[in-house]
């Protein structure tokens, strides 16, 4: 589980290919990963490669400074304990189009936010998460399910 740091504006990211770390992909993450796999050409980093999972950094770390505490930034964990949310943000390059990253929230059905910036651009990705992670918590976006390639179609990747 060898890579390299990116730091950022509050947010340190460190690459990681994702074959390294199929045996622990977290629950909510595991569609998602089983769906990017089927998808010809695509290369896959885990940006949010942490020693708790290899896959996940808290919610806390990229919560935009004007949005407050808030109680979706929060899950209800096993023996009714509270923990701030898992996010996991995935690197991803296509031959013959921009490199992108997918944020992938925990949640019922996850939420999923395509930021258009590489891992060479880790402020742009940082501005995209923080972006996205405030429209999580303000329930600023439409909940339903989707999948890897509508996000992947829908942004022409």
Known sequence: MHGRRIRSKGLELSTV???DNLDSVPDFLRDIVEQLEQIDDV??????????DGWTTNFFTSKPVDIGDHD???????????????MCILAITRKNAAPCCLLIVEDDPVFMRLIA????????IHEGVCEAVGDFL???????????KQVFSHFQI
């Open 117 to 124: 910036a590489g891992i060479q651009e880790p402020d742009l």
């Open 17 to 19: 290919s994702l074959g």
């Open 43 to 52: 290369a896959v980093q885990i940006l949010t490669n942490s020693e708790a």
């Open 72 to 86: 979706r930034q929060y899950v209800m964990a096993p023996g009714s304990m509270i923990r701030y949310r898992m």
């Open 138 to 148: 303000l329930e600023n976006y439409r909940k339903e399910v989707v999948t890897v």
